[in-house]
């Protein structure tokens, strides 16, 4: 995490920690607490709410949409960020450019837009512009 000012996490490193086995659920819960003891700002986008409150709604878990809702109302633990037209106007941009899904391409284009170095993931396909470091879940066990 050296080098990093503010960390944008995709939404499914929260799925991870939210429904992962204890064993990334432990690797994620390190990486949120590192970021906070060095200061690191964690932020995410809207979209990432209904990716992952989606799952709990397919399977009917009250549960677990309460546990996402409560994930998100926490702003000392995550911030979110509203996906705006200039954000999908540039997540267009990027993905043509690196052939990227949509959904990928907001979340690369909101960490882009709020000034965010680095970005965590768990998904390889994953590519962003040289202003943003894509960083692996992988790679913090």
Known sequence: MDGVSKLYVDAN???????????IQSVVGRVFVDADGRGIPLVTSDISIAECLHGAYKRKNEQLLE???SFFADDELIALAPVTA????LSAQIGADYALKT???IHVA????LGCDALL?????LRAPK???VNQLADWR
């Open 110 to 113: 909101s960490a882009i837009g």
């Open 86 to 89: 200039s954000i999908l106007d």
């Open 103 to 105: 959904i990928d391409a």
């Open 67 to 69: 546990l996402y809702r």
């Open 13 to 23: 490193i929260i799925i991870y920690f939210i429904e992962g086995n204890a064993e």
């Open 121 to 125: 993931t768990n998904d390889k396909g």
């Open 131 to 133: 202003q943003l470091a």
